[in-house]
């Protein structure tokens, strides 16, 4: 547990773990390779244009996400922290709002422990997003999962 995700945010907390097979450094770059990321990210269905994505403490991500009904959800973010290949930290300036936190750790054998944390602001904007954020993280990692099978 980081310092941002303490164990009273915990009714506020979103956190989804996955082990991948796959070296840490490879899941790290699908993070932060944007022809990679744009690939995988979000839900089951979605597409992703990127508008802006400046992989740096203080860059901004900015795109758009197309989902199977048609919509369009604009997405920004803002990085806050990045520590190649153990940690990335960011701060999702869009509603939801979220502090997103992704740690990598080695989990043996070229596998990697992917730990993702949401810290949602309130009670109120956790509850909001929980009902569908929990399965939409889960398919988001299946997605990342199958991306790393042809890397």
């Avoid at 959800?73 to 999702?92: A, K």
């Avoid at 949401?118 to 956790?126: A, G, I, M």
């Amino acid at each position: 547990m980081t310092p941002e995700m303490k164990q009273e945010d915990a009714d506020r907390r979103i956190v989804t773990i996955r082990i991948f097979n796959a070296p840490k450094m490879t899941v790290f770059s699908a993070w932060t390779n944007p022809e990679l990321l744009k690939q995988w990210w979000g839900p089951r269905g979605f597409t992703n244009t990127f508008h802006e994505f400046d992989l740096r403490k203080g860059g901004h991500w900015k795109f758009t996400m197309h989902g199977p009904d048609g919509g369009n959800y604009p997405n920004e973010s803002v990085f806050i922290d990045i520590e190649e290949p153990d940690r990335i930290v960011l701060n999702h300036v869009s509603k939801p709002y979220f502090l997103l936190t992704a740690h990598f750790e080695e989990a043996g054998n070229h596998k990697t422990k992917l730990i993702f944390e949401q810290l949602f602001p309130t009670v109120e904007e956790y509850n909001k997003v929980k009902g569908f954020a929990i399965d939409a993280n889960e398919e988001n990692m299946d997605r990342l999962e199958n991306l790393l099978k042809t890397q």
